[in-house]
């Protein structure tokens, strides 16, 4: 257990609903990361947020949205879903840079769009 | 742009023998740093190793090993007595950062069988 914890574990949705993807930290750690991987695919780096305010960004669709709450808990909204979207999102977590700390990752949320 | 490439899908090994999984990488920076994490089924991602790109020496953590050839831009993941449960995706990992902006680039995997 890494002690990162994201819900739901599961979700199916149908084309074009938006949902919610919720990811809590580990205790101390300051840094929230979302990937994507797609089926049999490498992890996609999403976006980065660092106590509240996004530090990096990477491939993420303008479809999709992040934020980072006061309490360090990170949503990950994603809205007029495709089938495409589907896939595993996992969220991690590291003390301050991952150059310096280890990310810690979740067990993932595994997205189906039907 | 900065790309990282396993270029064996798939590998096979006997328990107790040792594999060595490739990954090359391309970056005109000189400050970065490597890693390995390992997807078992899980799908949980551990992180299995880390390097960083200014230090000469190879990283060690038990079994597992890595030869970082900087100049060549290899790094790969050397496992020693493997193991049942090495079977596993593992994935090689590049992590940058220039004046503030980060860049965090995976490999597609490399799918490890260990064989009883």
């Known amino acids: 257990d890494s002690g990162v914890t994201q819900t739901p574990k599961h979700l199916i949705t149908a084309t074009g609903q938006r949902v919610t993807l919720r990811c809590s930290p580990r205790?101390?750690?300051?840094?929230v990361y979302w990937y994507q991987q797609s089926l049999d695919q490498g992890l996609q780096f999403l976006i980065q947020y660092y106590n509240g305010e996004e530090r990096a960004k990477g491939n993420i669709l303008e479809r999709f949205s992040a934020q980072q709450f006061p309490d360090l808990h990170s949503e990950l909204n994603l809205s007029s879903l495709e089938l495409g979207d589907s896939a595993l999102y996992f969220c991690?977590?590291?003390?301050?840079?991952?150059?310096?700390?280890?990310?810690?990752f979740g067990p993932g949320t595994r997205l189906t769009v039907l | 742009a900065q790309t990282v490439t396993q270029s064996q899908p798939e590998m096979s090994v006997q328990e107790a023998e040792t594999v060595t999984l490739s990954c090359t990488y391309d970056?005109?920076?000189?400050?970065?740093?490597l890693f390995w994490y390992k997807q078992p089924p899980s799908r949980q991602m551990i992180l299995v190793i880390r390097q960083e790109a200014y230090k000469q020496q190879n990283a060690t953590e038990n079994r597992f090993s890595v030869n970082f050839q900087k100049a060549a831009k290899s790094f790969s993941l050397k496992i020693s007595d493997s193991q049942l449960g090495d079977t596993a995706m593992y994935f090689c990992?590049?992590?940058?950062?220039?004046?503030?902006?980060?860049?965090?680039?995976f490999g597609t995997g490399t799918r490890l069988k260990v064989l009883a």
């Open positions: 990992a590049f992590i940058q950062t220039t004046s503030g902006t980060y860049k965090y680039i």
């Open positions: 991690a977590s590291s003390v301050d840079s991952p150059s310096t700390d280890t990310q810690y």
């Open positions: 205790s101390g750690d300051l840094s």
């Open positions: 970056t005109s920076e000189n400050n970065y740093y």
